[in-house]
């Protein structure tokens, strides 16, 4: 049903996860953010990481995309066995949302280094850098997404390549019975020749980078972060005047007071 995601057991409730919009004044440093992205079918929970300045003296929170426990196998992290992760951690299983066998990781698989493994022989880093990490930046007064990339990695199972490509393979026996050495030194250490069957290997890396053009940051640090400011020196202004004011009756009653206390020995002599 509606706010409902049905292909997982049992189903995912959205709420209250966010969009693209954390909410007016509704983030803080170090706390945990959750937003429903619409591809990974799923409520992803956002790290705070650090605050920096960024264009025209903007404070920007930086949320990373949580691996630990959100990406650990169901063994490790029971309530992932909603999900069916049952197999090796980082990676999410999407075939029950996708009918295909579809696994998403992060780039490289980052976070996952069963899968990163085999890197070497994919052509990918053996050691992925956590540069690669998913983040979105997030302005604290207004809740909206300023800067992000949300890169994301589709990997699928494949299986070894048979030799003889003349002959007919009727099961996979057969195929593992070609792998001889005489066959090796023929074709040569022939990746997709000699890869285990069953290897997770990647299909395409998604991302999405998106940043709010200069001229509305621009527009932004004058009308509210300059308004804002203003507003807090005319707070101050404010209760400076006010103890200023008070220190300025005080004395004035002290000097009223001082002039009566003077007339009324005058008054007494006549």
């Not at 959100?70 to 075939?95: E, K």
Request: net charge negative; proline share 6%.
């Amino acid at each position: 049903g509606k706010g409902w995601i049905d292909c997982y057991d049992p189903p995912m409730q959205i709420s209250p996860a966010k969009d693209t919009f954390f909410g007016i004044d509704n983030v803080r440093e170090h706390d945990t953010q959750t937003l429903f992205v619409d591809d990974l079918y799923k409520n992803i929970v956002l790290d705070y990481n650090h605050t920096y300045k960024w264009e025209d003296n903007i404070d920007l929170y930086r949320y990373t995309v949580q691996s630990e426990p959100q990406y650990d196998n169901a063994s490790l992290w029971p309530p992932n066995a909603q999900y069916a992760m049952y197999g090796v951690s980082g990676v999410q299983n999407l075939t029950g949302c996708k009918g295909i066998p579809i696994f998403v990781s992060f780039p490289e698989f980052l976070a996952a280094p069963d899968f990163a493994a085999n890197n070497s022989k994919m052509g990918l880093d053996p050691n992925p850098s956590w540069k690669h990490l998913p983040y979105v930046d997030v302005e604290p007064r207004t809740g909206a997404i300023y800067n992000a990339n949300k890169s994301l990695q589709l990997n699928t199972f494949i299986h070894s390549l048979p030799f003889n490509y003349s002959r007919r393979y009727e099961n996979v026996s057969q195929i593992n019975a070609d792998r001889t050495e005489v066959n090796r030194v023929a074709f040569g250490d022939k990746s997709l020749h000699w890869i285990a069957d069953g290897l997770t290997v990647p299909m395409v890396e998604l991302s999405e980078c998106e940043q709010l053009p200069s001229n509305q940051a621009k527009v932004f640090s004058t009308d509210v972060i300059d308004t804002t400011q203003w507003a807090n020196r005319l707070e101050w202004i404010g209760v400076l005047a006010g103890c200023l004011f008070a220190a300025w009756c005080t004395i004035c009653g002290y000097q009223m007071a001082k002039r009566k206390q003077q007339q009324q020995p005058a008054q007494l002599q006549r």
